[in-house]
């Protein structure tokens, strides 16, 4: 069964990168079926879609964020990761990291979660 | 502000049916066929629950269904149980862009 797992610091200062890793075990990143995606929620609000790649480099990102976002992928470790630059506390959220059907389709497996906090 | 409009709470009672909407446009709910809804409890991660506008994933219960309209899509629970008390988010492709909706808690009486 596909198991996703984020990982990286649950706080970050204002201003800098936040920096998060999502393993894959139970399954290969480098499926010709699926993009890698990360979302996040703000406490108590709704989901967001941030952005998503392929296992061969390709990405599309969240026009919103587009700018302040980068994912990508290692598909030796079987992990992608997500750096968001110059966080504010409106960054404050839980952040998933899921299996996506194409194209920007569907969500089907999801991590458990990582609530990172931005501080001042 | 969400980019797709939801209710924002729902009850019901055991064994009623519920129907959630979720409202969007033609760029999006409208106008493509990549929908889907999604079942949060609270401090987990979301639940995929309709896929494609009206498909269920393999071991969602067949008491969920999907159903699109014109520019809504409808989520209906037959038979309410206790546990489908939760939230329930819909989303929707759009052009280079995943949107969800802002979500909606529903209660079982």
């Known amino acids: 069964q596909l198991q996703l797992q984020e990982s990286g610091p649950g706080l970050v200062k204002s201003s800098e990168t936040l920096s998060l890793t999502c393993t894959v075990s139970g399954g290969f990143i480098r499926s010709s079926s699926y993009y890698w995606g990360w979302l996040r929620q703000p406490p108590g609000k709704g989901l967001e879609w941030i952005g998503s790649i392929y296992y061969s480099g390709s990405t599309y990102y969240n026009p919103s964020l587009q700018s302040l976002v980068s994912i990508s992928v290692d598909t030796s470790k079987n992990q992608f990761s997500l750096k968001l630059n110059s966080v504010t506390a409106a960054d404050t959220a839980v952040y998933y990291c899921?299996?996506?059907?194409?194209?920007?389709?569907?969500?089907?497996?999801w991590g458990q979660g990582s609530l990172v906090t931005v501080s001042s | 502000q969400s980019a797709l409009t939801q209710p924002a709470s729902m009850s019901g009672s055991p064994g009623q049916s519920i129907t959630i909407s979720c409202t969007g446009t033609s760029s999006d709910v409208g106008g493509y066929n990549h929908f889907s809804w999604y079942q949060q409890y609270p401090g987990k991660a979301p639940k995929l629950m309709i896929y494609d506008d009206n498909n269920r994933p393999s071991g969602v219960s067949n008491r969920f269904s999907g159903s699109k309209s014109g520019n809504t899509a409808s989520l209906t629970i037959s038979g309410l149980q206790a546990e489908d008390e939760a939230d329930y988010y819909c989303s929707s492709y759009t052009t280079n862009n995943r949107v969800f909706g802002g979500g909606t808690k529903l209660t079982v009486l």
């Open positions: 899921a299996r996506q059907g194409l194209p920007l389709g569907e969500f089907w497996d």
